[in-house]
Structure formats: structure tokens, C-alpha cells
């Protein structure tokens, strides 16, 4: 009891950190989950000019997509994708190509948009600024080769992106970020590894290193609202309960579009932890959830996450994130440590990573097993001694 007050005491004061600004965090840093369909699903239910009712954006099942989008003319999908291009690049069951095809369109209406704002002189320059800059986001989106899986450009933004060919991919990875991911930090240039592009890209040149012949994709997915700072969303389950239902269908949309030989492995950084742990009860059996930088995946230990999951953790020693009380009180906290003896998954080494965001950074032995996790490589994974307590 004593641990736990001690730690209670700890997340408000996480909470409260600059004493007076406490408020202002709690009003102004508290996002607002999206669990709607995007832009133009009203008008694609109403949409009867192809003779027969399009699927529901927001009750469809990922199986059914696939099946209407593999019954359709090449006209037919031509206009779908032109006229709805938020509503088709969003749909989970869609072939990724037309996702792809139909998200160029989107975020360049995305581009067009803020560049018309950044242009306004009725607009503060505050205003402006900001356009400019979800302009220039977008453009970056619409570089030669990209592959954008997901788009929409609600609140601060959210995108995935696929690196590798996820239609024949033999072996599929789904990095699952954390606080403050966003179209904005997507990807950020000069610390990749600080955003959900990079630390994908790290990891899909890792598997393609170790296994050259392995037919592997990684989708950084940023199809959540994120925590934004140390206010109250980090250390409450809501945003990853407005999450998790996104994700199930993203894995089942992957498992009607694609050729994998296995399930996609998540890999699942800091609060992107407490998603994959909400989501675990309803994810197919045999996937493997892979945590670090975890503050807890919301549970008291792996048994509660079902049976469907096999759960590998690592935390390297300086990352700050293990200085955050492990427990739950009163709807605070992320519950356990995943990385402790109590837990009960599988603890995998980090050596020669540094801080919460260093775990895939080119030789450290995290990098090298999340290749192997993401491969099915498991003889070959470096395990690590757990953590005493929780």
C-alpha cells in the first residue's frame, strides 16, 4: 500500500510538474479521439450509382470490403476512388495499391487547402504559419515512391505508410507509436528515430539485412490520436480505448488483402504499449506484440491480455520511462511493468540502446530482435534477465 500511494503521489505529480500550469495542461493538452469515418462517408452511403449499396465505412467488415471492391469494374473503382478518396484510402479491406492511389489524391487536396490558407492575408500570421507548415507535411506525403496507407487530415493529422510490398509480403510489421505522433512528427528529418517513419524504416532495412529472401513489409501506423506531452491522456486509457478498435480492423484488414505466411507482429513504443494491450483480447491467435519504452500495457500481467498474443518487452536503463510508477489507481497508471518477473512475457535485450527513443538505432541489440521477432526468427533472439517487482 505504501509502494502504491508513493507511486499514486508520483503520477500527479508527472501531472502537475510546473505547478500553475497544471490546469492549463489539463484543458489544453487533452485531445480528441477520432472513431468517426472520414470526410465524404455520409455522402459514399447515399452513393447509389453503381446500382447497389457501397459498404458502410463505419460497420463493414473488412471481408466484405474485399469482397465488393473484388467485384467492381475497373470503372467503377475509378470512380470511386476520384470521388471519395478519404473514404477508400482509409478502408481496411481496400487492395493497397488502390489505397495508395486514392491517399495521393487526398493528401494532395490536403496540400492545395492549407497552401490557400498560408496564403490569406484575412489570417494571423500565427494562422498562416500553421497552414504552411501542414502544407509542406502533406508535400513531403506526396514524394516519388511513397506508399501512404491511411490519411486523414482530422485534427493534428493521422498517416501510415508502408515500406516493402505489403500485397506479397510473406512477413508483415506494424510499428504501433506513442505520445505525440502525428502527421507534423511523422517524419522528422533530423531525428528519425524520434518519429514513426523513421523507426519503420529502421526496422524494415533491418529484416531486409537479415533475411534478404523474406518478402517483408512494415507499416509505421499513426492511426490514432496520440497523447500530446505529459498531461492527462499519458497516464489514462482513453485515447488507446478510442485506438484499439482502429487497430483490429487495420490487422484485419491485413489478413484479407495480403499473402502473409503468419499473423503481423506489432511493435509497440511507450503509450503505443497501453494500445496494443486494449487491443490484445480481439487480435488472432499467434501474434506476436513486441513493447519497449512501455509504461505499462494496462493490465497486472500477460495472462490478462488473452490468449491470442505472445508478448516480448525490453527497457534499456536510462530510459525515463521506468522512472514512472507502474500501477493503476483510480483509472491513472498503465498497470504493471511488462518488463518485470511478475509480467510474464518474454524479456529481450536493448544493449547499446539509449534513452526512450533509441531502440532501433543501427546496432544495438534491440534493432537486431526486432528483425528477428518481425522475421519469426526466434531461435535467434537475445533474451535479457527480468526485472525484480513490478
Known amino acids: 500500500m505504501k509502494r502504491a500511494a508513493m507511486g499514486l503521489f508520483a503520477t500527479v505529480a508527472v501531472l502537475a510538474d510546473t505547478g500553475a500550469a497544471a490546469a492549463q495542461a489539463a ?4 485531445q480528441i479521439a477520432i472513431t468517426t469515418p472520414p470526410a465524404g462517408s455520409a455522402q459514399w452511403v447515399a452513393d447509389r450509382s453503381l446500382g447497389r449499396v457501397l459498404p458502410d465505412p463505419a460497420t463493414a467488415a473488412p471481408r466484405d470490403v474485399a469482397a465488393f471492391f473484388a467485384s467492381l469494374t475497373e470503372g467503377d473503382v475509378d470512380r470511386l476512388v476520384t ?3 478519404l473514404v477508400v484510402g482509409n478502408l481496411d479491406g481496400v487492395p493497397p495499391e488502390l489505397r495508395y492511389r486514392a491517399n495521393r489524391l487526398a ?5 492545395d487547402r492549407a497552401r490557400t490558407q498560408a496564403a490569406d492575408p484575412k489570417l494571423t500570421h500565427a494562422a498562416r504559419a500553421l497552414a504552411q507548415a501542414r502544407a509542406n507535411d502533406s508535400d513531403h506525403l506526396l514524394e516519388r515512391g511513397r506508399q501512404i496507407l491511411a490519411f486523414d487530415p482530422r485534427g493534428r493529422g493521422l498517416v501510415s505508410e508502408v515500406y516493402g510490398d505489403l500485397a506479397s509480403a510473406q512477413r508483415v510489421s506494424v510499428l504501433v507509436p506513442g505520445s505525440e505522433a502525428d502527421l507534423g512528427h511523422f517524419d522528422q528529418a533530423a531525428e528519425p528515430l524520434r518519429s514513426p517513419a523513421g523507426m519503420a524504416r529502421a526496422l524494415y532495412e533491418e529484416e531486409k539485412r537479415r533475411a534478404s529472401g523474406t518478402r517483408t513489409a512494415v507499416i509505421a501506423w499513426t492511426g490514432y490520436v496520440t497523447p500530446v506531452g505529459l498531461g492527462p491522456d499519458a497516464v489514462t486509457s482513453r485515447l488507446a ?3 484499439a478498435p482502429r487497430l483490429e480492423r ?3 484488414g491485413l489478413a484479407v488483402t495480403g499473402r502473409t505466411d503468419a499473423p503481423p507482429t506489432l511493435f509497440c513504443h511507450s503509450y503505443g504499449s497501453v494500445v496494443c494491450g486494449t487491443a490484445a483480447p480481439a487480435i488472432h491467435n499467434g501474434t506476436d506484440v513486441v513493447v519497449f519504452g512501455s509504461p505499462g500495457m494496462g493490465v497486472p500481467d500477460a495472462s490478462a491480455l488473452g490468449t491470442g498474443v505472445r508478448v516480448w518487452a525490453t527497457r534499456n536503463p536510462s530510459d525515463w520511462i521506468g522512472n514512472v510508477p507502474y500501477l493503476e489507481v483510480g483509472g491513472l497508471g498503465h498497470g504493471a511493468d511488462p518488463t518485470s518477473a511478475a509480467f510474464g512475457s518474454v524479456v529481450i535485450s536493448s544493449a547499446g540502446a ?8 543501427p546496432e544495438t541489440a534491440s534493432l537486431r530482435n526486432f528483425a528477428e521477432l518481425g522475421l519469426g526468427h526466434y531461435d535467434d533472439v537475445r533474451t535479457a534477465a527480468r526485472r525484480d517487482g513490478g
Not at 484543458?27 to 487533452?30: F, I, N, P, R, T
Open 27 to 30: 484543458a489544453g493538452s487533452e
Open 83 to 85: 470521388g471519395y478518396p
Open 107 to 111: 493528401v494532395a487536396a490536403e496540400r
Open 241 to 243: 480505448e478510442a485506438a
Open 250 to 252: 487495420l490487422l484485419d
Open 354 to 361: 539509449s534513452g526512450h527513443n533509441g531502440y532501433l538505432s
